[in-house]
């Protein structure tokens, strides 16, 4: 009996690994894309009076890569903290239409895991997830979700990190010009699931 338990267990920890390695693949392009992307934002965050330590908890407790730029923009230009507050809602608004979408999706996981992985959503993570929407009704599909997204944060955290690092030994235009490429690998990653939907 002790063997037949000792066999489940371990295949049910095998299931798990499986499912957070497929998710740390399915991550791993976001986390070349948001690499130079976060070293821009860095960057761009030190050039704007930031501290590196300011500009690395930005991407620890915010984690919207399109708002931390328009807040660095706007610290720059002197805007108050209650301007970026409101600025930064409405650009993020999208993402309560996407967390509704996205709750849809795995809506068969546990609740304690919803909200964990809802905070995690940016709009690559969102568009990765819908090309897997079917991991969701999968045993161990929330490892496979988490795994994505701790990819995608642990990218944008050290990106952060590495660009307020450099401070500024790259010029403005090159940091703002990066800043495009968020929009381009968000197109390049939402083309196919618009693809797949259609087919």
């Given at each position: 009996m002790e063997n037949v338990e000792t066999a489940v267990n371990y295949s049910e920890e095998q299931t798990r690994y499986t499912a957070v390695k497929k998710g740390a693949v399915a991550?791993?392009?976001?986390?070349?894309?948001?690499?130079?992307?976060?070293i821009a934002y860095g960057v761009l965050a030190k050039q704007s009076g930031l501290?590196?330590?300011?500009?690395?908890?930005?991407?620890?407790?915010?984690?919207?890569?399109?708002a931390q730029f328009m807040a660095a923009n706007m610290i720059a230009q002197g805007a108050l903290f209650l301007q970026i507050v409101?600025?930064?809602?409405?650009?993020?608004?999208?993402?309560f239409v996407m967390s509704m979408s996205f709750m849809n999706k795995i809506r068969?996981?546990?609740?304690?895991?919803?909200?964990?992985?809802?905070?995690?959503?940016?709009?690559?993570?969102?568009?990765?997830?819908?090309?897997?929407?079917e991991e969701?009704?999968?045993?161990?599909?929330?490892?496979f979700f988490a795994s994505l997204i701790l990819v995608a944060y642990f990218s944008w955290v050290f990106g952060s990190f590495l660009g307020a690092i450099i401070g500024d030994a790259l010029p403005?235009?090159?940091?703002?010009?990066?800043?495009?490429?968020l929009y381009a690998m968000f197109i390049g990653l939402l083309v196919p699931s618009v693809k797949k939907s259609g087919e």
């Open positions: 991550g791993f392009p976001i986390f070349l894309g948001y690499l130079p992307i976060a501290s590196t330590f300011e500009t690395t908890m930005m991407s620890v407790l915010v984690f919207a890569g399109a409101v600025a930064t809602f409405v650009l993020n608004f999208r993402h068969t996981l546990p609740l304690r895991w919803k909200f964990g992985l809802s905070l995690g959503l940016t709009d690559e993570t969102f568009a990765v997830s819908s090309l897997n929407g969701s009704k999968k045993q161990h599909g929330m490892y403005t235009t090159l940091s703002d010009s990066m800043g495009i490429a």
